[in-house]
């Protein structure tokens, strides 16, 4: 069964967190040169997506049954990586949100892959602290998850 959350997210220090309930979603050595390139930072039990903007962000969260079709060609960025959700409980929050009022996903436990699919980039970028005044400007984030076995982190499009 496919579930669909529609969220607003505070993307505080250009950031916000898909991570394991059940841990402390720590990215502090994660958030390397490489993953700000990225725009994607990896810990094992959480995942940092790296956003245009440091304001409200539309985020939009798809729990799937099975690997979705690649539709890269329809965004700016988007990226891949594995996620271990040991009890089946995934959150997804700003950096600085409380962890325990965050958006909550129940999710198969154990591994699973989340896809982070981002537009409106180049409009949200040059709005700046105002992008989020208007649809035609916000960021769009779309977030999709599966169970799915352990594997690298990927670039599948990158936006420059």
Not at 19 to 26: F, H, L, M, R
Not at 50 to 72: A, H, K
Not at 88 to 103: M, Q, R, S
Request: charged fraction near 20%.
């Amino acid at each position: 069964m496919t579930t669909t959350t529609e969220l607003t997210l505070f993307a505080d220090y250009f950031q916000i967190h898909v991570s394991d309930a059940d841990s402390d979603g720590d990215l502090s050595d994660a958030w390397t040169e490489q993953a700000v390139a990225d725009h994607l930072a990896v810990a094992p039990d959480a995942l940092g997506v790296g956003t245009v903007v440091n304001v409200d962000v539309s985020v939009t969260v798809v729990v799937l049954p099975q690997e979705p079709s690649d539709d890269s060609s329809e965004f700016d960025h988007v990226v891949e990586a594995s996620l271990d959700v040991s009890l089946g409980h995934l959150t997804v929050l700003g950096c600085t949100d409380y962890a325990p009022e965050a958006a909550t996903f129940e999710v198969p436990p154990g591994w699973n892959r989340i896809r982070v699919s981002r537009s409106n980039l180049a409009r949200a970028a040059k709005a700046d602290v105002d992008s989020h005044e208007s649809p035609e400007t916000t960021e769009q984030i779309r977030i999709q998850v599966w169970a799915a076995p352990e594997s690298p982190a990927k670039i599948i499009k990158r936006w420059s």
